[in-house]
């Protein structure tokens, strides 16, 4: 009886430290979007490519603040599969709300990723959201068509376009959620290769649940070997980045 109350309270002691942790987090968050906004107003008078690199270079060091002030470290590997590889469609997992801060300033090169609408009416995050993304608005089919247009043209400029497959946070057990077909289109139509990359220990990090949760820890973006889509269909190219990325997600998570 003495071992399962000992158990629960040390148990009640790290929820609570995480919580506090969590708001520690989000304090250091807005208190440096604060410190870093006005870098960010350059980009109001710079045009893409340089626009998005610029911006890539400020949020690499953003982020790279919040995450030593937050407790947790940062690893990246596989950057050399981008040397001398073309501008690409980057395919992400998505497992925590923290992977889409920290997945587009620290892979190897600057990058737009696909953002919701409702992202941009958050105050301040809104326009350094924006200035690095193509968004689109999913309930609404004509702005998902002028989206995958934009993001062909963003490719057309030289850029790499980092999209998240699933869609939404991944809240199940499973390794991935399925994949939506968008990014594998875009890769067929446009004749770029995927370059597949797997981050892990965010959903331990940042789960979706409980809200308000955070354990301090290494965030790992691994980056996967390219794959041409020549020869695929959309369903064949998805299944097969699908299979890469489960099979390297459950080798290598340790949470």
Not at 59 to 78: D, E, N, P, Q, R
């Amino acid at each position: 009886m003495e071992t399962l109350t000992t158990t629960f309270k040390m148990k009640l002691i790290k929820n609570i430290l995480a919580r506090i942790l969590a708001i520690w987090a989000l304090y250091v968050f807005a208190t440096t979007m604060f410190v870093f906004f006005p870098f960010y107003m350059v980009c109001f008078i710079i045009p893409d490519p340089q626009k998005t690199r610029y911006h890539r270079f400020i949020s690499k060091i953003w982020m790279g603040t919040f995450l030593t002030l937050s407790g947790c470290t940062f690893k990246v590997t596989g950057k050399d599969v981008f040397d001398g590889l073309e501008n690409a469609v980057i395919v992400c997992n998505h497992n925590s709300l923290i992977d889409i801060p920290v997945s587009t300033p620290f892979l190897a090169r600057a990058n737009k990723t696909i953002a919701k609408k409702s992202f941009v009416h958050v105050p301040l995050f809104g326009w350094i959201y924006q200035f690095a993304s193509v968004i689109v608005d999913r309930k609404n089919n004509q702005s998902r068509r002028e989206s995958y247009e934009e993001m062909k043209r963003v490719l057309n400029n030289g850029l790499d376009i980092l999209i998240y497959p699933e869609g939404t946070r991944n809240k199940t057990n499973n390794p991935l959620k399925s994949f939506y077909d968008g990014a594998f289109r875009l890769s067929i139509d446009t004749v770029k290769p995927i370059v597949p990359v797997v981050i892990l220990n965010t959903k331990r990090i940042l789960p979706a649940k409980p809200i308000l949760h955070l354990k301090p820890g290494k965030i790992i973006l691994n980056i996967l070997p390219s794959i041409s889509p020549v020869g695929h269909t959309t369903e064949s190219l998805k299944k097969l980045v699908f299979d890469i990325m489960a099979e390297h997600y459950k080798k290598n998570n340790k949470s």
